[in-house]
């Protein structure tokens, strides 16, 4: 029965991308890859590099040669201001695949992650997922990561009271067809905050099923720098007043224009 489960597993992870936007964050993009390279099964995935500087994107195409499972597609077009959105969009266009995972580059996965994820995806699941924090970076280079050092990093995230796991947006699994259906992301929220609450509830209006994961396996978040633009009260302030009519709206966002346009 084990043995069977598996190659369920591996079935459906040839279903499953993973989509992940970037920018400049090399260092946590690193971390990540490694982690997503140690699991007990990788699926698929999309890095959507939008706009980051000349050299970053070098060592972008040194990963896709070295990860055979790794996509990179570059945005060079309005990236000054890093959109979470339109990104993931540009991802979800670029998958071939059942299922999507959208997800950060500031995670690093339990090597059981993606086996979890590819047992309890379906039609009528939304996957979702809190994460850990860590106030650091690991002391380790990626290419040690591996379950033992997992499971220590996992423990210090939870040494720190103040630092509850927690995470809208650090993991959504779901149909692509659907995605497509709703034209993904909706791209009117720019800056910091609310695109994937948005997400959640027209999934919900939708009749999905929100499935937590989180009580069967985990993921860490890293730490990284946070753009006074991106994340300024003026463009989140914004965010969330746009969040609060949401229930006004179409379950179908970016109505009448082009979305995940590269």
């Given amino acids: ?21 970037h920018k400049n964050r090399l260092t946590n993009l690193k971390y990540c890859l490694a982690s997503i390279d140690s699991c007990v099964y990788t699926p698929s995935v999309v890095l959507v590099d939008f706009g980051s500087n000349f050299d970053v994107r070098n060592v972008l195409d040194w ?25 993931l969009n540009i ?9 999507v995972c959208m997800t ?26 809190k994460t850990q924090f860590l106030s650091h970076l690991p002391k380790i280079s990626p290419k040690n990561l591996n379950l033992g050092i997992y499971r220590e990093l996992l423990v210090e995230s939870k040494k720190d009271p103040q630092r509850k796991s927690f995470g809208e947006g650090c993991c959504h699994g779901v149909s692509r067809d659907w995605l497509l259906s709703v034209n ?35 993921m860490i978040h890293l730490p990284h720098p946070r753009d006074v633009t991106y994340f300024s009260n003026k463009l989140i302030s914004a965010n969330k007043a746009y969040f609060i009519g949401r229930h006004k709206r179409s379950i179908i966002a970016n109505s009448g224009k082009q979305w995940g346009k590269i």
Avoid at 108 to 129: D, H, L, M, T
Wanted: net charge positive; charged share 30%; glycine share 6%.
């Fill in 1 to 21: 029965m084990r043995l069977l489960g598996i190659v369920f597993n591996m079935t459906k992870l040839k279903d499953i991308s993973i989509i992940m936007a």
């Fill in 63 to 87: 990963y896709e040669k070295c990860y055979k499972w790794l996509k990179v597609v570059k945005v060079d077009r309005n990236t000054k201001l890093f959109h979470k959105s339109r990104a």
């Fill in 91 to 99: 991802g979800i266009r670029a998958a071939e695949t059942k299922y």
């Fill in 104 to 129: 950060d580059v500031d995670q690093i996965f339990q090597p059981n992650f993606y086996s979890i994820f590819a047992k309890e995806i379906s039609n009528e699941n939304f996957i979702r997922c």
């Fill in 184 to 218: 993904g992301y909706d791209e009117k929220y720019i800056g910091w905050g609310y695109e994937d609450n948005d997400l959640v509830y027209r999934a919900k209006e939708s009749g999905y099923d929100m499935f937590w994961v989180d009580s069967l396996t985990s």
